[in-house]
């Protein structure tokens, strides 16, 4: 069985759009080493999903899999209803990729490195200066891409991944060196996608990926631990609490689900905008034992953080489904 989601799930979590990549027993060793050890991954379409783990669990390798920049020794990797993007060309060609190291040719421009771009993905003239605006690089389109500075030039890699609009794009750590005004360009960007773009992001961070994901797939040496959908309880309270009453149907601040990490816990979802104070008062009131009350996104964003420490048990046979 795979691992248990933390908190509950939205109701339709991870069952939305038709696979847009899926993978299948994917192995991949370095040496004696295995970077990934038979993963198994759906990226539903008009989805963002969030590949989470430490340095070091197979996220960058499993991207460059996906990416078709890396063949696996073992298993499959589909593109929508095409091919694998490495071994077919026209599957590579819905992708963009945002790898570690941003790849460019240091001596090219700015507005040059992109207009090569355009070129090899067929895609339209317009696109060159619809990114340089996207990501705001118009002041510096004419600087040598070698010498821009980090932020800058993880900008050019996000345009780079995201010129002509490709329908698939993977972006490895897309925060990573990016300064304030960065990362509010990739937010806006990623608020802009709808159902037409499949975006997969890696990164280390728990927050980010419950911020900015509606599946989650945790990486652990190069074996996924866990895979489902992201839960989405902004202004929730994870509570943990005795019930010695039946659980009131008519309570008018709060509406309860039971949590599943524990026999106490229950989440607590204000109603109009109650305030966490009046959600508490009003429990208290009906008669609950309350004995502790967290954010819940809080709790979600600890449980993540263990589900990316746990090692699988050699015989648990936990395999993640989509």
């Not at 020794?73 to 060609?93: K, M, S």
């Not at 389109?141 to 995201?162: C, F, Q, V, W």
């Not at 360009?185 to 900015?212: C, N």
């Not at 109603?271 to 967290?294: C, K, M, N, Q």
Request: hydrophobic letters at 45%; aromatic letters at 2%; glycine letters at 10%.
């Amino acid at each position: 069985m795979p691992e248990s989601m933390p908190l509950e799930t939205p109701a339709n979590g991870g069952t939305a759009g038709m696979p847009a990549i899926s993978a299948r027993g994917v192995l991949v060793r370095r040496g004696r080493r295995t970077a990934l050890a038979g993963v198994d991954l759906e990226a539903r379409a008009g989805r963002t999903l969030a590949i989470v783990g430490h340095n070091g669990s197979g996220k960058s390798t499993l991207l460059a899999v996906l990416a078709g920049v890396l063949r696996a020794q073992q298993g499959t990797v589909v593109i929508e209803a095409g091919g694998d993007p490495a071994v077919d060309g026209r599957a590579r060609q819905r992708i963009g990729y945002l790898p570690q190291q941003t790849a460019c040719y240091p001596e090219l421009s700015v507005r040059a490195t992109l207009r090569h771009a355009a070129r090899l993905r067929r895609a339209g003239g317009d696109c060159v200066e619809a990114a340089l605006e996207q990501w705001s690089l118009g002041d510096h389109a004419s600087r040598l891409a070698g010498h821009l500075s980090i932020g800058l030039l993880r900008r050019l890699g996000l345009a780079l991944a995201t010129l002509g609009e490709p329908p698939i794009v993977l972006l490895d750590e897309p925060h990573a060196g990016l300064d304030a005004a960065g990362r509010a360009l990739f937010r806006a960007w990623a608020e802009t996608g709808g159902d037409d773009r499949t975006l997969v992001q890696a990164t280390h961070e728990p927050a980010a990926a419950l911020r900015d994901s509606d599946d989650i797939v945790v990486l652990h040496e190069g074996r996924a631990t866990y895979t489902g959908a992201t839960p989405h309880h902004e202004h929730a309270l994870l509570i943990e609490m005795e019930i010695d009453v039946p659980v009131p149907t008519n309570l008018a601040k709060v509406r309860l689900q039971r949590d599943d990490s524990q026999p106490s816990a229950w989440l607590a979802s204000p109603i109009d905008g109650a305030s966490p104070g009046e959600v508490v008062a009003e429990l208290v009131h009906a008669g609950f034992g309350i004995r502790r009350v967290v954010p819940a996104l809080e709790a979600a964003e600890d449980r993540l953080r263990a589900l990316m420490a746990r090692r699988l048990a050699p015989d648990s046979g936990a395999s993640p489904t989509a």
